[in-house]
């Protein structure tokens, strides 16, 4: 998909957002002029999505259809979506397993698809990695990180 | 006391030799703090709260300002090195930072940087010294029409700070303007947009949007090549220097900077954001160079990045003159006063007078402390370009996470850091400006405030918004600055065409 | 998800069961509790909640770990006391309009009424003040009220948000004086509404008495009234709303809760705890420094406080849709 359908779809997504937004909006009280309610800033906020949504179609409308948008492919892609996948894993279970077991398990993974170190080395690192952000956040600067099941 | 003989006094308490430790530490660990994505001067401040609690009042108010303006500074690192700014003020630092970073000049900006962060830093004490029982004034002059002029206003001259196309910057803020009202509004505490969540009600919290857009996604965009890309040349200490004309062009941004940055800090709300925002307008307009800026002009970093240091400076003036803390800093100083038994006020200055200039002179010290500790640091940061890939992405990433857990102690910010950096990488692949829609999501919230407030207040009369000789005056300003940006494209063909032909 | 949390709880339980054997509610507390503070670190809510837990901590001979949990005026933090695992491991501290009022307007809370909760004990309490700049023309709360009643809608008092505490003190003065003064919201903490007032948008503001003490001394703000009872000894001079014959003193008060629920032997010892902390001299000179009033209450004792609160809210809230 090049440049221009991705601001079509933008434009598309952004317009039913606005749409889905304003209906909520249009529940919220808007009071009276000497007391505006809660409704009041959304409605208006709400128009200007759908306005700059237009906008933003109209200008992939116009838009020459070669403009290419260099999104990563093959290996490349899968590499972000893995990073990502890590990502979102480590965020799910980080409430349950703790930031220690956690920021362990997530740097594990992410050097070894970043790159061909052996796992020892590698679990040394992740180790390193967690267990200083422990010391530094969790025990000088009294960040409250969820303590997991293993109570750390 | 008269100022000379108050800092006299002030230097007396601030150079002892635990003040100055307090000074040097805060000045260090805030910008240790700095650097790390996702900790701002905010976190940093409210993690060191209750260790204060066991210092001498004038030590541990040392400490805290210290760590404001070395976050504030530090913060701007990593938005020059990796274009991840820690926090919104270094959201316009990213720009040309990183675009000069690309050129090898990480060194050299940082250092522009460090003394741009001095200048502007020691210039707000002195104004701070001499005008803060006037100065304070300035903020109690301040509405709901006066704000809203200048937040509203200052949307409309920002949409489309950051180039790109008309629909590039206003798509992005109209969407920060739409995040800003998800959760539970101020004024009457009405649930918006929480579909029920109760989590949800605590809205979208700033810095974990502002490292989700920039930190996450430019981890996302690094990844996608195989290798990690060659890193700089190590860097030689005389390139690590800025030159004569790096320097040269830096100075009038300085000066400019400050003023901006200054005026800011007087003002309640986030202000070393908006003044950071409000300087790289200023640079744009008014800079020799102007054409340069967004690809990498000293004067789109030296600017903001002073203005932000004059305005955490000058923050101090309602917290000590006033006892009324404008920003979320200066609240954290205030609760560590009151701890301490001390009665924030107009009064401070006689009742506290230790308090008082003790903190003023330390602003001077730790100014100093921040220049001479950061220029050696340099090296040191960007040493940080060279860390292998594999080992650095895991590292920020981490801190990333628990720099937005650690805001709110909630996980809902840390699903919206990742939602946002999934965003930001998208809308990076389609040449959208973010840096719109964080000023969107800064100043959202501050217009539908003041423009609420200011009717409530004048029971329903819109005239209430310009009927005051500053709103009005600022209004007028942002008209001009609008037109002035409409015609000047047109003024200065028609000037070229004018020279061509004879 | 959801099986996977039930699996892992299992799981724990089974492993504390093996270890701690039969011996649950007879030891507590067997480890650290947490004390939840609804509101950010700084807050004026801070100290109260260090200040007790850590005598608390003295008492129970076990570590409390105070956790700031801010959010949406209070009702995130107190949801998460509510909705914690009643073990008696999980406390926090709950402001009465968290509390009582914000479910009678807010019906996404996880909390309906004072049967989700248990209180422990009343933390502190104090009373909001109403000022006027010291140039103002009135000179004491009658003036105000009965300048008040020949202009309505005229004045105005700065309060920190509709619906707020000090908002819902003023309309109590409102409705008990027969006045009608325009409460304006101004948002945002730091000390807005205080500025409202020196800057001559407002001619009144209600708020506490730390807020002001600093501005009255400096001679640029007038105390006229206290809503409370009895004289405030912060200001001498300001007159006591309640004894001038006005029913408004609604006023920040901080109560120490837990979950619904949480074993007797843990709620027995957890008040036992309490009474003495409040009871001592630490205490209460950490209060009267503060400008804070103390009052050990039992549970029962709170509970019946929350239910005079809760009519006196319906009452004000049929005033107010009234208006």
Redesign the interface.
């Known amino acids: 998909m090049g ?1 221009r359908g ?2 079509l779809v ?2 598309a997504i ?1 317009a039913a ?2 749409a889905g ?1 304003l209906a ?2 249009a529940r ?2 808007l009071g ?7 409704g ?3 409605v208006v ?2 128009v ?2 759908l ?3 237009i ?2 179609l ?2 992939g409308w116009r838009m020459p259809a070669e403009d290419a ?4 492919a093959g ?2 892609a899968v ?2 979506l893995a ?2 996948g890590l ?2 894993g ?3 279970l ?3 397993i703790g ?1 220690l077991v956690g ?1 362990f398990l ?2 594990l993974l ?2 070894r ?3 061909r ?1 052996p796992w020892p080395w590698i679990a040394l ?2 180790a390193a ?2 267990v200083t ?1 422990q010391l530094v ?1 969790v025990r000088l ?6 303590r997991g ?1 293993l109570g750390f | 006391m008269d100022p000379i003989e108050g800092l006299l006094y002030g230097f007396g308490v601030a150079l002892s030799f635990q003040n100055l430790a307090a000074a040097l530490l805060g000045a260090l660990v805030g910008t240790m703090i700095g650097v790390l994505p996702g900790l701002g001067p905010v976190a940093g401040v409210a993690m060191i709260l209750p260790l204060s609690y066991a210092f001498e009042p004038v030590t541990g108010l040392i400490m805290m300002a210290g760590i404001y303006y070395g976050a504030m500074y530090g913060g701007s690192t990593t938005a020059i090195l990796l274009n991840m700014p820690g926090e919104s003020a270094s959201v316009m630092t990213c720009i040309d930072g990183y675009q000069l970073t690309k050129k090898g000049r990480a060194g050299a900006v940082l250092a522009l940087v460090a003394a741009g962060s001095f200048v502007g830093g020691t210039v707000s004490v002195v104004g701070v010294m001499l005008f803060a029982p006037w100065l304070a004034k300035l903020g109690i002059l301040f509405g709901p029409a006066e704000f809203l002029a200048l937040a509203g206003g200052g949307l409309l001259i920002l949409s489309r700070i950051s180039g790109g196309s008309f629909a590039a910057g206003i798509f992005p803020m109209s969407l920060g303007l739409m995040l800003s009202t998800v959760g539970q509004e101020a004024i009457t505490a009405q649930n918006r947009f929480t579909f029920g969540y109760l989590e949800l009600a605590q809205g979208v919290e700033l810095v974990a949007a502002v490292v989700g857009l920039y930190g996450i996604a430019e981890i996302l965009t690094l990844v996608e090549s195989r290798r990690a890309a060659p890193p700089p040349v190590p860097v030689r200490l005389r390139e690590m220097l800025p030159t004569k004309t790096e320097w040269r062009r830096s100075a009038p941004s300085f000066g400019r900077g400050t003023a901006v940055g200054f005026l800011f800090g007087l003002l309640p709300g986030p202000s070393a954001a908006m003044s950071s925002f409000a300087s790289y307008r200023l640079e744009k307009a008014v800079s020799k160079y102007r054409d340069e800026i967004g690809h990498g002009a000293v004067e789109g970093v030296a600017g903001p990045e002073t203005a932000n240091n004059a305005a955490a400076t000058s923050s101090m003036v309602p917290l000590l003159a006033l006892g009324i803390p404008f920003g979320s800093v200066t609240a954290l100083m205030l609760a560590a006063m009151m701890v301490h038994g001390i009665q924030p006020g107009p009064l401070l200055m006689q009742s506290n007078a230790d308090v008082f200039w003790g903190v003023i002179a330390s602003l001077y010290i730790g100014n100093i402390a921040l220049l001479v500790l950061n220029i050696p640091m340099i090296g040191l940061w960007v040493s940080m370009l060279r860390v292998p890939r594999h080992i650095f992405l895991p590292i920020i990433l981490v801190i990333a996470v628990i720099g937005s857990y650690g805001v709110g102690n909630s996980m809902v910010d840390v699903y919206g850091l990742i939602l946002l950096g999934v965003v930001g990488y998208l809308l990076r692949k389609l040449d959208f400006q973010l840096a719109p829609m964080v000023i969107g999501l800064v100043l959202g919230p501050l217009i539908e405030k003041h423009l609420r407030e200011g009717l409530f207040m004048s029971g329903g009369d819109l005239l209430v918004f310009v009927e005051s000789p500053i709103a009005l005056g600022i209004w007028i300003l942002v008209a001009l600055v609008l037109a002035g940006g409409a015609l000047a494209p047109l003024l200065r063909r028609r000037g070229a065409n004018d020279r061509s032909s004879p | 998800m959801k099986l996977g949390k039930t699996l892992v709880r299992t799981l724990v339980g089974l492993t504390l069961a093996t270890s701690a054997g039969a011996a649950a509610a007879q030891d507590y507390p067997s480890r650290d509790l947490t004390f939840i503070v609804p509101y950010g670190s700084g807050g004026s809510t801070d100290p109260i909640s260090r200040q007790y837990a850590s005598q608390m901590e003295k008492e129970l001979g076990r570590n409390i770990i105070v956790q700031n949990k801010p959010g949406a005026a209070g009702t995130l933090g107190t949801s998460a006391i509510v909705t914690a695992a009643p073990d008696g491991y999980t406390i926090g501290l709950g402001p009465n309009t968290t509390l009582v009022f914000a479910p009678m307007t807010n019906k996404d809370l996880v909390y309906k009424s004072p049967a989700d909760y248990q209180p422990i004990a009343k933390l502190v309490s104090l009373p909001y003040v109403l000022v006027v700049k010291a140039d103002a023309p009135w000179k004491t709360l009658q003036e105000f009220i009965d300048d008040a009643k020949k202009q309505p809608n005229k004045l105005r008092a700065s309060v920190s948000g509709i619906r707020a505490t000090n908002d819902l003190t003023m309309q109590q003065l409102n409705k008990a004086a027969g006045i009608k003064v325009r409460t304006i919201p101004f948002t945002g903490g730091g000390g807005e509404a205080m500025v409202a007032l020196l800057g001559g948008r407002v001619e009144a503001y209600v708020g506490t008495g730390a807020s002001t003490v600093g501005h009255e001394k400096a001679g640029s703000v007038r105390v006229l009234a206290v809503f409370q009872k009895g004289r405030y000894d912060l200001f001498p001079n300001a007159t006591p709303v309640g004894d001038a014959g006005y029913d408004a003193t609604l006023g920040p008060t901080y109560y120490a809760i837990a979950p619904a629920g949480i074993p007797k032997e843990a709620l027995d010892k957890l008040t036992a705890a309490s009474r003495k902390v409040i009871a001592s001299a630490e205490y209460r000179k950490f209060a009267a420094d503060k400008g804070y009033s103390v009052e050990n209450m039992t549970p029962e004792e709170i509970r019946a406080e929350f239910e005079r609160d809760h009519a006196m809210f319906t009452e004000l809230l049929k005033f107010l849709e009234q208006k």
Not at chain 1, 141 to 146: G, H
């Open positions: 440049k991705g601001y933008t434009g952004g957002l606005s937004y909520l909006a919220l009280p009276a002029m000497d007391q505006p309610g809660a009041v800033f959304p906020v709400g200007l999505v306005l700059s949504s906008a933003v109209w200008e948008v260099a999104m990563p290996v490349d590499r972000v990073l990502l990502l979102v480590y965020v799910l980080l409430p349950w930031q920021s997530f740097c992410v050097i698809l970043l790159s170190t690192q992740a990695i967690a952000a956040f600067l009294q960040v409250q990180m969820p099941i």
